[in-house]
T-cell receptor, first 113, second 114 residues
Framework: GNSVTQMEGPVTLSEEAFLTINCTYT??????LFWYVQYPGEGLQLLLK?????DKGSNKGFEATYRKETTSFHLEKGSVQVSDSAVYFC????????????FGKGNQVVVIP | GAGVSQSPSNKVTEKGKDVELRCDPI?????LYWYRQSLGQGLEFLIY????????KSGLPSDRFSAERTGGSVSTLTIQRTQQEDSAVYLC????????????FGPGTRLLVL
């Protein structure tokens, strides 16, 4: 079946630091890959997506590249801000999964001024 | 409105009672999904509607859960004889319906079963 694995535990870092959140997946066929973000007290929002191998999704300074050879979709941002504090979820959809989203556990990111 | 809306925002109920949760998808979106977000299980798929096709109910955790979508638009998720383990945030999402289309989420209904 389809599954997404995110690195364990919250991430705490200082403002302007470099952020990486690892995401690997298992899926049949060719999934589409997503990062969703949930800001405190708000609903899930799409941050970025990539629908085929080697595609790079980007938004708000965040980037992630669809790596088929390593089945990964790691999220990166070069210089985080306090306003980036949120929970980040990696997810995928696939033809075999009837387009349902399979989510990782999420990572709480806390940016300290 | 421009986005997916859900009601109520919060619902507190007693164990054994039935609850109904409502979702209004984005206008024109043919696909509608229900998910559940809980501390122990993370984000789980519940049910999927696509146009006039039979819904994919494979994610519903028990036969106490059911959902319908009337007129291809509004959906209602019903939980009968609620249990404490049903406490969670219930999220609705909609999309254009294609296999790679982005799903847009509503704000969720926070359900607490006492």
């Amino acid at each position: 079946g389809n599954s997404v694995t995110q690195m364990e535990g919250p991430v705490t870092l200082s403002e302007e630091a470099f952020l990486t959140i690892n995401c690997t997946y298992t899926a049949t066929g060719y999934p589409s890959l997503f990062w969703y973000v949930q800001y405190p007290g708000e609903g899930l929002q799409l941050l970025l997506k990539a629908t085929k191998a080697d595609d790079k999704g980007s938004n708000k300074g965040f980037e992630a590249t669809y790596r088929k050879e390593t089945t990964s979709f790691h999220l990166e941002k070069g210089s985080v801000q306090v306003s980036d504090s949120a929970v980040y979820f990696c997810a995928l959809t696939s033809r075999d999964g009837n387009n349902r989203l399979a989510f990782g556990k999420g990572n709480q990111v806390v940016v300290i001024p | 409105g421009a986005g997916v809306s859900q009601s109520p925002s919060n619902k507190v109920t007693e164990k054994g009672k039935d609850v109904e949760l409502r979702c209004d998808p984005i206008s024109g979106h043919t696909a509608l999904y229900w998910y559940r977000q809980s501390l122990g299980q993370g984000l789980e798929f519940l049910i999927y509607f696509q146009g006039n096709s039979a819904p994919d109910k494979s994610g519903l955790p028990s036969d106490r859960f059911s959902a319908e979508r009337t007129g291809g638009s509004v959906s209602t998720l019903t939980i009968q004889r609620t249990q404490q383990e049903d406490s969670a945030v219930y999220l609705c999402a909609s999309s254009m319906g294609g296999l790679r289309e982005t799903q847009y989420f509503g704000p969720g209904t926070r359900l607490l079963v006492l």
